[in-house]
């Protein structure tokens, strides 16, 4: 369990901050108070963390449930490891974000926050009438969950559900987005312009293919 927390608290902490979600959370404290704005995100990055762990758990019943309707000479699905499957998606996501880091560019980082400025805009339009704590904390919520659905961090938490310990990964992984939220509101913007999306994406790629080892080595569960 004490693996799998550490693995998912520093993959999330890492691959949150910088993120458009974490930009998002930045823009949101600098435009209303900022204990709903903090306990929105939170909330919905805590939501979208269990659901992705629940995801990764079915995710290791697929090759058994697929077994049962194939011919009896396929059955070699059943000896497939997740943890080697869970390796292998590691080692693509780290290639994939060492790509993208190589490509990315100085306007890299204002394109990243000019996206979370279009989707609070957006989203402000939909949420009238924002007075009060509790129209703060539910645009926080929704906009980040939204925003969060699909993201790096979201299919790293599946697979990390996958091949280690669920609970340790939740609890890791709610604990990281919980630490880059509370920058994100406190003192986002001062942070924002001192940290490079290039650097971010390098060093969460390098982490991404750190922990194939992992898991091909050690294996999970």
Same mark, same amino acid.
């Given at each position: 369990?004490?693996?799998?927390?550490?693995?998912?608290?520093?993959?999330?902490?890492?691959?949150?901050?910088?993120?458009?979600?974490?930009?998002?959370?930045?823009?949101?404290?600098?435009?209303?108070?900022?204990?709903?704005?903090?306990?929105?995100?939170?909330?919905?990055?805590?939501?979208?963390?269990?659901?992705?762990?629940?995801?990764?758990?079915?995710?290791?019943?697929?090759?058994?449930?697929?077994?049962?309707?194939?011919?009896?000479?396929? #059955?070699?699905?059943?000896? +497939?490891?997740?943890?080697?499957?869970?390796?292998?998606?590691?080692?693509?996501?780290? +290639?994939?974000?060492?790509?993208?880091?190589?490509?990315?560019?100085?306007?890299?980082?204002?394109?990243?926050?000019?996206?979370?400025?279009?989707?609070?805009?957006?989203?402000?339009?939909?949420?009238?009438?924002?007075?009060?704590?509790?129209?703060?904390?539910?645009?926080?919520?929704?906009? #980040?969950?939204?925003?969060?659905?699909?993201?790096?961090?979201?299919?790293?938490?599946? #697979?990390?559900?996958?091949?280690?310990?669920?609970?340790?990964?939740?609890?890791?992984? #709610?604990?990281?987005?919980?630490?880059?939220?509370?920058?994100?509101?406190? &003192?986002?913007?001062?942070?924002?312009?001192?940290?490079?999306?290039?650097?971010?994406?390098?060093?969460?790629?390098?982490?991404?293919?750190?922990?194939?080892?992992?898991?091909?080595?050690? &294996?999970?569960?």
């Amino acid at each position: 369990m004490l693996e799998a927390f550490t693995a998912a608290l520093s993959l999330i902490t890492v691959s949150e901050i910088g993120d458009k979600t974490f930009f998002m959370a930045v823009i949101l404290a600098s435009r209303y108070p900022r204990k709903p704005v903090f306990f929105g995100v939170v909330t919905a990055l805590a939501a979208m963390t269990v659901l992705s762990v629940a995801i990764g758990e079915l995710l290791i019943l697929l090759p058994s449930l697929i077994a049962r309707y194939l011919p009896a000479n396929w #059955t070699f699905l059943n000896l +497939i490891s997740i943890e080697r499957v869970a390796a292998l998606l590691f080692l693509i996501f780290g +290639i994939k974000l060492l790509y993208s880091a190589r490509t990315m560019s100085v306007a890299t980082d204002i394109e990243v926050m000019a996206e979370a400025e279009e989707a609070i805009e957006e989203g402000e339009r939909k949420f009238k009438q924002r007075n009060t704590a509790w129209k703060i904390f539910l645009e926080s919520c929704v906009l #980040t969950f939204v925003a969060e659905w699909g993201d790096r961090t979201q299919f790293a938490t599946i #697979t990390l559900a996958a091949s280690q310990e669920p609970i340790g990964v939740m609890l890791g992984g #709610t604990l990281g987005h919980a630490i880059c939220a509370l920058i994100a509101v406190i &003192g986002g913007r001062a942070i924002a312009s001192h940290i490079s999306e290039r650097t971010i994406t390098i060093i969460g790629g390098v982490l991404f293919i750190l922990l194939a080892i992992v898991s091909l080595v050690f &294996g999970g569960k």
